[in-house]
C-alpha cells in the first residue's frame, strides 16, 4: 500500500507562485512514475506533470509547459510542483498519483495511476 499527502495549496492573485509537495510514505511497492494531476468543478481530470522515478524523464501537459516544473527529492519520498505564471484557468483541486505500470514512457493518462492523494485545492484570483 502506498499512502500520498500533499500539501502547499491555497488562493494566490494571477501571476503569483505556489509550491505543492506530495509526501509518499508506506512504499512497499516499486513505483515508476509519479504525477500531478488537477480538475476543476465540471471539468474532466487532466495530467499535467509526471515524472518517472528512475530516470527523472518528465512529461508536461501543454496548459502548464514552461509554468510549472516536477521535481523529486528521493531522500524525503517527496514529490514537488513548483507553479509560476499563475492563471485563473489553473484555479482545481490538484491530486498526486503514482503508477507501479513501467511504460515507454511517463503517462498523463490518470488510468494508469494506481495510488492517489486526497488532494490540495488551488485557488487563482484575477
Known amino acids: 500500500q502506498v499512502r500520498l499527502v500533499e500539501s502547499g495549496g491555497g488562493s494566490v492573485q494571477a501571476g503569483g507562485s505556489l509550491r505543492l509537495s506530495c509526501t509518499v510514505s508506506?512504499?512497499?511497492?516499486?513505483?515508476?512514475?509519479m504525477g500531478w494531476f488537477r480538475q476543476a468543478p465540471g471539468k474532466e481530470r487532466e495530467g499535467i506533470a509526471v515524472v518517472s522515478t528512475r530516470a527523472d524523464t518528465v512529461t508536461y501537459a501543454d496548459s502548464v509547459k514552461g509554468r510549472f516544473t516536477i521535481s523529486q527529492d528521493n531522500a524525503k519520498n517527496t514529490l514537488y510542483l513548483e507553479m509560476n505564471s499563475l492563471k485563473p484557468e489553473d484555479t482545481a483541486m490538484y491530486y498526486c498519483a503514482a503508477a507501479r505500470l513501467f511504460l515507454a514512457r511517463p503517462p498523463l493518462e490518470g488510468d494508469w495511476y494506481d495510488y492517489w492523494g486526497q488532494g490540495t485545492q488551488v485557488t487563482i484570483s484575477s
Open positions: 508506506a512504499y512497499t511497492v516499486t513505483i515508476y512514475y
